[in-house]
């Protein structure tokens, strides 16, 4: 992580967890603003732009996922992380499918989640080229959007990630190491292939992403 001190949303109902969270993500070095539901959450992101949200699922006024489906929505591809009690695999897959990046199971050690956000927000992107155009698909790496055939796609801070490179060096094979490297996020609970496949379905067809054993590769 850069010199730059990130800011981080927190929503979590629970006042006493709340406020733990919050001072452990102070003490690890982040900027923490701490709201109670999802009134406050979405205030707060429409007057600050945030490095990271970190949303409880089971919220007094409705589901912390649907905080991350407005965003996606929207285009805004801000790195997500749920925290919730709710630890199923059905739980786990409905909140990747609505954007999220990351998901912890409480209880957790604050050490683990400082050091899944601070991964999440350490994601490289490269310099030059502000807007990638692949055929019908267009990667607006300043906007952080993707559209195809002129529809804005919602897709996940490693989706965007992976894609960003995929678009940067289309033609070329890239392989799922150098992926992996590119987003810096070793510790992702989902590996590259299953980024890659559901990546693919969000494009749709006709499909320009074509997988081997050696890598993928992004050809119009």
């Known amino acids: 992580m850069s010199a730059r001190r990130v800011w981080v ?18 003490r690890a070095g982040f900027l923490v ?3 109670r539901n999802l009134t406050q959450a979405r205030e707060q992101c429409g007057e600050r732009l945030y490095d990271c949200l970190i949303v409880d699922r089971g919220l007094p006024d409705g589901d912390g996922l649907d905080l991350v489906r407005r965003q996606r929505e929207s285009g805004d591809l801000t790195p997500a992380l749920l925290i919730t009690a709710r630890e199923s695999a059905a739980d786990r897959t409905e909140s990747y499918a609505g954007g999220a990046d990351d998901y912890l199971a409480k ?12 991964a999440l927000c ?18 607006d790496r300043l906007r952080r959007r993707v559209r195809r055939s002129g529809i804005l796609l919602t897709v996940t801070t490693r989706e965007f990630c992976a894609l960003e490179l995929l678009a ?11 992926i992996a490297a590119f987003c810096s996020d070793p510790g992702s609970p989902l590996g590259v292939d299953e980024v890659i496949t559901r990546l693919d379905r969000k494009l749709g067809e006709p499909q320009i992403i074509h997988s081997s054993a050696a890598g993928y590769l992004l050809h119009a």
């Open 122 to 139: 350490t994601i490289r992107k490269p310099q030059p080229t502000p807007v990638l155009t692949i055929g019908d698909l267009v990667v």
């Open 33 to 35: 603003d701490l709201t």
């Open 9 to 26: 949303l927190v929503c979590e109902d629970d006042e006493q967890l709340g406020e733990r969270v919050a001072d452990g993500l102070r």
């Open 107 to 118: 209880p957790f050690a604050l050490s683990e989640l400082a050091a899944r956000v601070r």
């Open 168 to 178: 940067a060096r289309a033609g070329t094979l890239v392989t799922p190491a150098e």
